[in-house]
């Protein structure tokens, strides 16, 4: 059992001890339970995450099932660096598919997502997650317009967060990044990486029982 053992520790000995701590439990082959607050050390060191919530079992699985298909809004947001933008949409089925709207962008849905979330009674409005890393800067096309709010450079990528209306959607790019803070640029989302949940219940409405 280990909780918390690293939290005292700074930066680059916590980075050292993550990987003894996780090649001497593989060596040793026993079964250990790591408690932690932070996400890069469950993602980093676990075969199986446990994601917990005021006392309540959120997800458990491994970290790639946890990162690739989160079950809740919880999940989405805490598991994942930087996290996952999250941005309200009306859900829309019309003659040619499915759609997210919102009063700047309408994006449309794949179709196998579209009918999972229908299957799954998606209400009017939800809530669509896509990570920094599935946005990209484009110079023509796009799905939406939104304006350099500030630039955070992170070595090899910069982490930019633009705004529009009155949300905000973080984009990792590759450094050095070219924009200027007040620019306004074009985002192009992967469509294939769009997250669905539904604001009541906070549950993807992708998931498949």
């Given at each position: 059992?280990?909780?918390?053992?690293?939290?005292?520790?700074?930066?680059?000995?916590?980075?050292?001890?993550?990987?003894?701590?996780?090649?001497?439990?593989?060596?040793?082959?026993?079964?250990?339970?790591?408690?932690?607050?932070?996400?890069?050390?469950?993602?980093?060191?676990?075969?199986?995450?446990?994601?917990?919530?005021?006392?309540?079992?959120?997800?458990?699985?491994?970290?790639?099932?946890?990162?690739?298909?989160?079950?809740?809004?919880?999940?989405?947001?805490?598991?994942?660096?930087?996290?996952?933008?999250?941005?309200?949409?009306?859900?829309?089925?019309?003659?040619?598919?499915?759609?997210?709207?919102?009063?700047?962008?309408a994006?449309?849905?794949?179709?196998?997502?579209?009918?999972?979330?229908?299957?799954?009674?998606?209400p009017?409005?939800?809530?669509m997650?896509?990570?920094?890393?599935?946005?990209?800067?484009?110079?023509?096309?796009?799905?939406?317009?939104?304006?350099?709010?500030?630039?955070?450079?992170?070595?090899?990528?910069?982490?930019?967060?633009?705004?529009?209306?009155?949300?905000?959607?973080?984009?990792?790019?590759?450094?050095?990044?070219?924009?200027?803070?007040?620019?306004?640029?074009?985002?192009?989302?992967?469509?294939?990486?769009?997250?669905?949940?539904?604001?009541?219940?906070?549950?993807?409405?992708?998931?498949?029982?």
């Amino acid at each position: 059992m280990f909780d918390e053992p690293l939290s005292n520790l700074d930066a680059k000995l916590r980075l050292r001890m993550r990987g003894e701590i996780k090649r001497l439990q593989e060596d040793l082959g026993i079964t250990s339970v790591y408690v932690t607050h932070d996400q890069v050390e469950a993602m980093t060191m676990a075969s199986r995450i446990a994601v917990m919530n005021k006392g309540v079992l959120q997800a458990y699985g491994t970290p790639e099932q946890l990162y690739e298909r989160p079950d809740t809004l919880f999940v989405a947001g805490f598991i994942g660096a930087p996290p996952m933008n999250f941005i309200s949409a009306t859900f829309v089925k019309g003659e040619e598919g499915y759609t997210l709207r919102t009063s700047s962008f309408a994006i449309p849905l794949p179709e196998e997502k579209g009918r999972v979330a229908e299957a799954n009674n998606a209400p009017s409005q939800v809530i669509m997650g896509i990570r920094p890393e599935d946005v990209r800067v484009v110079s023509e096309g796009g799905d939406i317009q939104a304006e350099v709010y500030v630039v955070e450079p992170l070595g090899r990528e910069d982490l930019v967060t633009f705004k529009f209306d009155q949300e905000e959607i973080r984009v990792l790019v590759p450094a050095p990044f070219r924009g200027q803070v007040g620019q306004v640029m074009r985002l192009e989302l992967n469509k294939d990486k769009i997250h669905l949940f539904d604001p009541e219940t906070q549950r993807s409405l992708l998931r498949r029982e």
